[in-house]
């Protein structure tokens, strides 16, 4: 796109500029420019390394000690946002399962009561 004026079209703008040459001309020159993204994210919205979640994931088999960080990390007010929604997503999965098991457990425990009447 070429521009004999003195302004340069917002296209060309920043790639594209005119110089002058020995012969009194002009001549379009283009510039190449890498434009780096530095994006700042903030310490807990970061991704976490592999490390971190062997971590993590080492952490998780200890048999207490499990239950307390699922609290710690899914409730406190700092840590992780990938750590803390991944406990998040585990304790609500846990609940789900408890609950399960104790809704089949007590179907199965009148089931029991109701056959142990039935006999007498």
Same mark, same amino acid.
């Given at each position: 796109?070429?521009?004999?004026?003195?302004?340069?079209? !917002?296209?060309?703008?920043?790639?594209?500029?005119? +110089?002058?040459?020995?012969?009194?001309?002009?001549?379009?020159?283009?510039?190449?420019?890498?434009?780096?993204?530095?994006? !700042?994210?903030?310490?807990?919205?970061?991704?976490? !390394?592999?490390?971190?979640?062997?971590?993590?994931?080492? +952490?998780?088999?200890?048999?207490?000690?499990?239950?307390?960080?699922?609290?710690?990390?899914?409730?406190? !007010?700092?840590?992780?946002?990938?750590?803390?929604?991944?406990?998040?997503?585990?304790?609500? +999965?846990?609940?789900?399962?408890?609950?399960?098991?104790?809704?089949?457990?007590?179907?199965?425990?009148?089931?029991?009561?109701?056959?142990?009447?039935?006999?007498?």
């Amino acid at each position: 796109m070429a521009t004999f004026g003195p302004f340069v079209d !917002s296209y060309a703008a920043g790639r594209e500029h005119l +110089i002058k040459t020995e012969q009194g001309g002009f001549q379009l020159e283009q510039q190449e420019h890498q434009q780096q993204w530095q994006v !700042s994210v903030p310490e807990n919205e970061r991704v976490m !390394s592999v490390k971190e979640w062997l971590i993590t994931f080492l +952490i998780m088999m200890v048999p207490v000690v499990n239950l307390v960080m699922y609290f710690v990390w899914a409730f406190g !007010s700092e840590g992780n946002l990938n750590r803390k929604n991944w406990a998040k997503a585990n304790l609500l +999965i846990m609940g789900v399962c408890i609950g399960l098991y104790l809704c089949v457990f007590f179907f199965v425990l009148i089931l029991a009561f109701i056959g142990a009447s039935v006999e007498q």
